[in-house]
């Protein structure tokens, strides 16, 4: 279960060993036995005997930004040592293999894109059809390009990949904007703050999503300020981003459908200056729609696994594989 305090003025304290949550005259309870993550998207109280149920129960305490990009979490301090493996991804930078393992990670975002593009095909018209078809050749094509970049460091090669990467990606998301039914219509992407409701809400999806990745990457031993196709910055988590790639098509897939199934309203957005912001009614029809998907089993690597588990499986994938190259 995922907690989500996206109501203002809201206290979060603890009674025994369960989170209550204060709003108003209203309380609920939740066993901090059921809980995995609390995130908190807007102004809120939060006890220190709560943060530290939380801390004890291993359960991740995030808070979001209202475009949904975490700001800040609480993580406990007894974290397993991750020197060794900090120290090979260090390494990776100047190596063929952090490369050969980047290509791998964008080209698995390629295909989660072409996916979700071929599910759309279902019950469509013809010229959308051709839409879709016409995108996913180009996509493809910019696939192919991106395997053939050789295996040499990073630095080498980043300026090429990246740029077949986001050809891939205009091309994609120009082909869901003329898909999206069309009082939705957008075109390509836009970002903090989205200049339409489609991308404010894609942003806010993606943020989820970084949380859950940066939080894999936290439990399986992995740095996640030490990345590589993605440069270090101060405070940039650039690991999480370079892995959070694999995953966004499902949050593509997610939010394309609660606007093609007109579940989305006008009124669950604001408007700001330059763009809009999704509001407390947008949130909660967000979050239940990914918290669904994340509980969904599907097939994967021949396994059938959790939305939600895929990312730490993959995590402690990699990081078992660094542990044992150079050995």
Not at 204 to 229: F, M, Q, W
Request: glycine share 6%; aromatic share 10%; proline share 2%.
């Amino acid at each position: 279960m995922q907690l989500v305090i996206n109501s203002r003025g809201a206290y979060i304290s603890k009674v025994n060993d369960r989170f209550q949550i204060k709003i108003g005259n209203e309380k609920n309870e939740y066993s901090c036995k059921k809980v995995e993550r609390i995130l908190i998207t807007t102004s809120a109280m939060v006890s220190t005997d709560a943060l530290k149920l939380a801390m004890e129960n291993n359960i991740d305490v995030v808070f979001l930004e209202y475009n949904g990009q975490p700001f800040g979490r609480v993580w406990h301090s007894k974290l397993g040592s991750i020197s060794t493996i900090r120290r090979k991804q260090l390494k990776l930078v100047d190596m063929d293999l952090g490369t050969k393992m980047v290509k791998e990670w964008i080209c698995q975002k390629v295909d989660n894109q072409i996916k979700h593009l071929e599910k759309l095909k279902v019950n469509r018209k013809e010229d959308k059809i051709e839409v879709i078809e016409e995108a996913i050749s180009k996509m493809e094509e910019q696939r192919q390009q991106i395997l053939k970049v050789e295996d040499k460091p990073i630095d080498e090669v980043r300026n090429s990949i990246e740029g077949h990467e986001g050809t891939a990606g205009r091309v994609y998301f120009n082909a869901l904007g003329k898909l999206i039914p069309k009082q939705y219509e957008f075109s390509g992407r836009s970002k903090n703050p989205a200049k339409d409701m489609f991308n404010c809400m894609l942003n806010y999806a993606y943020g989820v999503l970084y949380s859950n990745v940066e939080k894999a990457c936290i439990i399986a031993g992995l740095d996640p300020y030490i990345g590589i196709i993605h440069t270090d910055n101060y405070n940039k988590t650039a690991l999480t981003f370079d892995i959070i790639e694999m995953y966004r098509g499902y949050m593509d897939e997610v939010v394309f459908k609660l606007f093609s199934k007109r579940k989305v309203k006008n009124e669950m957005f604001d408007d700001i200056q330059g763009g809009v912001w999704l509001n407390k009614e947008g949130k909660q029809l967000l979050i239940a729609a990914i918290n669904e998907r994340f509980a969904e089993r599907i097939k994967y690597k021949g396994r059938n696994i959790e939305l939600n588990n895929i990312i730490q499986y993959d995590c402690h994938s990699i990081a078992n594989y660094m542990s044992e190259f150079g050995n």
